[in-house]
């Protein structure tokens, strides 16, 4: 989901940033909104868009994609992005969904401890006997599926390690307003609704959940876990706060304010602990219209922001790396002390063809005009044991691409 306010940041330049998003006719604007955006249209199969597209790898790996690198050698047919220690071969929709079921914008992805790749999509809430949350084993081959019950509303999606099990949490928009814990066949663990302890909802927001939104209104977007076993919850689309729970699922406190300055959030999307090797252990926000990353203390004292991004949508890390999909066509690493190791896929013109006629090639239910080695919009992505990324795009056949790491 993309929201109205979001789509005039993502078509102006960044003041005094480090990129710039080119500027488009305001023209185009009227056409948008959060809502036509994410109008349904009939799609193909997965599996043929995913031979056409990789029909048109193969070619334009051979011509070479302005901006990515193809390697040399036996290496030729390969689609590398990236840079340094940190190169990726591009395998775009790899996760190989059978015939019956169909992506609608797939929303959120997360691994497990045996590289099992779980999907979430926001799914047709017409279509409630179909799943929204997919299952693939490490080589993309499909498992299971379950989670009819997110249907037009999937969005978070953590896989969380507790104690020797290994739980998936889900957090539910749009019409649900949820969030669940569940095993990770799919089973119910428990579910909540809207902490009206908090005082800030509008009545029953708890008890009749409706498509409402509005900074009164529940609309979970993710998770981070903390150390003592509770956890933090992002109202990213609702409050524009963050929820502190106990580890035994007892609303705690909040943090965070709808705003502009040091601790307040314009549309606090993601959320992941930052415990990379070397750091007291912190919480990173993807403050996403804001254009800013916002780290706090576990106790939710503002410590850090970190401008420079477009649309940043979600975050998650491997060893010093910190990734941050960015809903404006790019995914950017990283390093240690928070400098950008590279924005993959960054393509200013790029860019530029994925947000004009009103976003329209992010409903092309073929993929036709996308080009290989380049996203449209990722809305989250993760890295698995391993050091590999996928990547979940905000596009209406939804599309789940691997970054097989190389170097
Ligand atoms: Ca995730």
């Known amino acids: 989901m993309l929201a109205s306010k979001e789509l005039r940041c993502a078509r102006q330049p960044v003041r005094d940033r480090t990129v710039i998003a080119p500027a488009l006719p305001v023209a185009t604007l009227a056409a948008n909104s959060p809502f036509n955006t994410v109008a349904i249209l009939p799609m193909k199969t997965p599996v043929s868009r995913r031979r056409f597209v990789s029909a048109i790898a193969t070619a334009t790996a051979a011509i070479t994609v302005p901006g990515c690198r193809t390697a040399q050698k036996s290496d030729a047919k390969r689609l590398i992005i990236g840079t340094g220690e940190h190169r990726y ?31 979430i999509h926001e799914g047709r809430e017409n279509l409630k006997d179909h799943p929204s949350i997919f299952v693939f084993d490490r080589k993309g081959r499909f498992i299971r599926a379950f989670g009819n019950q997110f249907q037009g509303g999937g969005h978070g999606l953590e896989v969380r390690t507790e104690g020797k099990e290994q739980f998936l949490w889900v957090t539910g928009y749009q019409q649900l307003k949820n969030f669940a814990k569940l095993t990770l066949k799919g089973e119910v663990v428990w579910e909540k609704r809207a902490p009206m302890e908090s005082g800030i909802y509008a009545k029953d927001e708890d008890t009749k959940p409706a498509k409402r939104w509005g900074r009164d209104a529940f609309m979970p977007t993710n998770f981070a876990f903390l150390p003592d076993g509770g956890f933090f919850l992002a109202d990213g689309y609702g409050a524009h706060r963050v929820h502190r729970y106990d580890r035994n699922g007892r609303w705690v406190s909040l943090f965070g304010a709808p705003g502009t300055g040091p601790g307040q959030f314009n549309l606090p999307h993601g959320i992941w602990l930052d415990d990379r090797p070397g750091r007291t252990p912190s919480v990173v926000v993807a403050d996403r219209a804001n254009k800013r990353l916002q780290w706090f203390t576990l106790e939710g004292r503002h410590l850090k922001t970190l401008d420079g991004f477009i649309l940043p949508a979600n ?38 063809q994925v947000l004009k006629d009103g976003m329209k090639l992010r409903r092309e239910e073929k993929g036709e005009g996308w ?24 596009v209406n056949t939804g599309r789940i691409t691997k970054l097989r790491k190389v170097s």
């Open 315 to 352: 975050l998650d890390s491997h060893k010093d790396v910190l990734l941050v999909p960015d809903l404006s066509a790019r995914i950017t690493l990283l390093d240690k002390d928070d400098k950008v190791i590279t924005h993959l896929g960054e393509d200013p013109e790029w860019r530029a």
């Open 89 to 119: 071969e591009v395998l775009h929709d790899w996760a190989q969904l059978p015939d019956r079921y169909s992506w609608q914008t797939t929303h959120n992805v997360a691994v497990d401890r045996d590289q099992n790749l779980y999907v």
């Open 371 to 394: 080009v290989p080695g380049r996203f449209l919009h990722p809305h989250d992505a993760c890295f698995d044991p391993a050091g590999n990324i996928f990547v979940a795009e905000w």
